[in-house]
């Protein structure tokens, strides 16, 4: 049904790795997100909540520095006590980011950088990338024209990077920092996941700014097209939801011959999409051409 749709897509669809590791651990953790494309002037779309996290680089990246070159001027008298009131000092703890990286994938060679727009209320934002020589798309996505189409019942697609496979990265111990790497796998499969439309959402009656969709959006496909059999672009993950279905169990049953207790409750988990109409007129707010039909 979406096979045509999702090549499509994928033209313009382009992953966001992210590696990041928490203090006191040497372990390097991988993350994605997602973006696409709308024209050949180097704009993109991605969710606000994505963008935010670029904001949180130079800070956190910025304190583990700061902590370092504090930590190595320390004489070794009371060394230990002194690094407890550094990491005091600059609030570090197990369970706050030591280090954290993003990088763009096959999207433009040169550049001077990336700028972001981020909407001021909704989940969504903008990227410019500035002075690039390529951009490595060439097809664009077409928006849906009338956004009062968009029925309960419809099916969509939405395509994403939410399993992250690459391995290009390490923890340097002498530099005692993360870091991309030359070697390992570079890229990470693309993930569709198609839902039916079952509500719309809005921050009053009668307007609609996004839409529900049956299955959930996948971690990772944060700023991705929803999209239809025709390959149209509807509107973009943003969150998945959990509605209380209401159904415990609390009962025993039988596993290899041994009774065990069973404990839980259900929940339908859904994803939420920013609608098109709302993606659009943000776009227009800020000059970026884009195609609808």
């Avoid at 993350?31 to 935010?52: I, K, M, Q, S, Y």
């Avoid at 959990?242 to 039988?254: G, N, Q, Y």
């Amino acid at each position: 049904m979406f096979v045509a749709a999702i090549e499509r897509a994928a033209e313009f669809t382009r992953p966001l790795h992210v590696i990041f590791r928490y203090f006191g651990s040497t372990v390097v953790r991988p993350g994605t997100a997602t973006l696409f494309f709308v024209n050949p002037d180097g704009w993109a779309l991605t969710c606000r909540h994505v963008t935010e996290q670029f904001a949180l680089v130079n800070a956190v990246n910025g304190r583990y520095r700061a902590f370092k070159a504090e930590r190595a001027a320390l004489g070794e008298k009371h060394r230990r006590h002194q690094v407890r009131d550094l990491e005091r000092k600059y609030g570090l703890g197990k369970d706050e980011l030591a280090e954290l990286k993003f990088k763009v994938i096959n999207c433009i060679d040169g550049g001077s950088g990336i700028r972001a727009i981020p909407h001021p209320t909704l989940d969504i934002a903008l990227l410019k990338f500035q002075d690039f020589t390529i951009l490595h798309c060439k097809t664009f996505p077409v928006f849906a024209r009338e956004g009062g189409d968009l029925k309960q019942g419809m099916f969509l697609c939405r395509l994403g990077f939410p399993f992250p496979e690459f391995t290009n990265f390490a923890y340097d111990v002498t530099a005692d920092a993360i870091d991309w790497t030359a070697e390992g796998r570079q890229d990470t499969p693309r993930f569709p996941i198609e839902g039916m439309v079952t509500r719309h959402s809005g921050p009053a009656i009668g307007t609609i700014t996004g839409f529900e969709l049956s299955t959930p959006g996948l971690r990772g496909q944060s700023g991705g097209p929803a999209f239809d059999a025709e390959g149209r672009v509807w509107g973009m993950q943003s969150e998945t939801t959990h509605l209380d279905l209401d159904f415990d169990v609390d009962t025993e049953v039988a596993r290899g011959g041994v009774r065990k207790p069973v404990k839980e409750s259900a929940f339908l988990h859904v994803g939420r999409c920013v609608h098109v109409d709302a993606l659009k007129a943000f776009m227009r707010e800020n000059n970026v051409a884009f195609a609808d039909g």
